[in-house]
Structures are given as C-alpha cells and as structure tokens.
C-alpha cells in the first residue's frame, strides 16, 4: 500500500518560516508528480504548489509565489515545501498528494500535518 507520511508542521509566529517534508514509500517516486494542498479551519482544501519528481515543471497558487518553495530529493523519496513570510492565513492542515503519470495511474494522499501561525 502507498504510503505518504508529512512532517514539519508546527506552530510559528507571524512571519516565520517552516519546511514541510513528505516521504512516499511503496511506489515509484520518479513517475509521481507530487503536489502540496492546505486546508484551513472551516473550509475546503486547496492547492499551494505541486512539481514533477525531477523538480522541472514547478507550479504555485498565486497566495505561493514568491514565499513558497516546492522541491524534491529523489534519493530519499521525498518531497519539500519551505515556507517564507507565513501569515495567519498560513494556518491550516497541509496535505501531500502524489499522483502518478500515465500510465501508472493512482492518487494519492498523505495524513496531512497541523501548522498554526499565531502571535
């Protein structure tokens, strides 16, 4: 069974930074294109940024650019997301997902990790 398993999420004040880790085990790291969601308290969950396996196609949702950055080590199965600048709307629980390229197939999804930006 596929397995993504998120970590780094904690609570930060206003303006502080985090990095999120993801590790997938039980499937193929490189046919993945592995993307990062949020889910803030109260409503639905919603994309932040996702990239192929090999870091060459990046995308952001526009409240991302600039602050998030999305990255992968393949040696160790995982995906990052660092965060810069965060603000209260930065609270949220933050999902990994991981879908896997034609013709694998398959869409998958972490436990998600808690990040709360508070003063």
């Known amino acids: 069974q596929v397995q993504l398993v998120e970590s780094g999420g904690n609570s930060v004040q206003p303006g502080g930074s985090l990095r999120l880790s993801c590790v997938v085990s039980?499937?193929?790291?490189?046919?993945?294109?592995l993307s990062w969601y949020r889910q803030p308290p109260g409503k639905g969950r919603e994309f932040v940024a996702d990239?192929?396996?090999?870091?060459?196609?990046?995308t952001y949702a526009d409240f991302a650019k600039g602050r998030f950055t999305i990255s992968t080590d393949t040696s160790k199965s995982t995906v990052y997301l660092q965060m810069n600048n965060l603000g209260p709307e930065g609270t949220g629980v933050y999902y990994c997902?991981?879908?896997?390229?034609?013709?694998?197939?398959?869409?998958?999804w972490g436990q998600g990790t808690q990040v709360t930006v508070t003063s």
């Open positions: 997902n991981g879908k896997g390229d034609w013709p694998y197939g398959g869409d998958f």
């Open positions: 039980r499937f193929r790291f490189d046919v993945l294109t």
């Open positions: 990239t192929t396996a090999s870091g060459g196609t990046v």
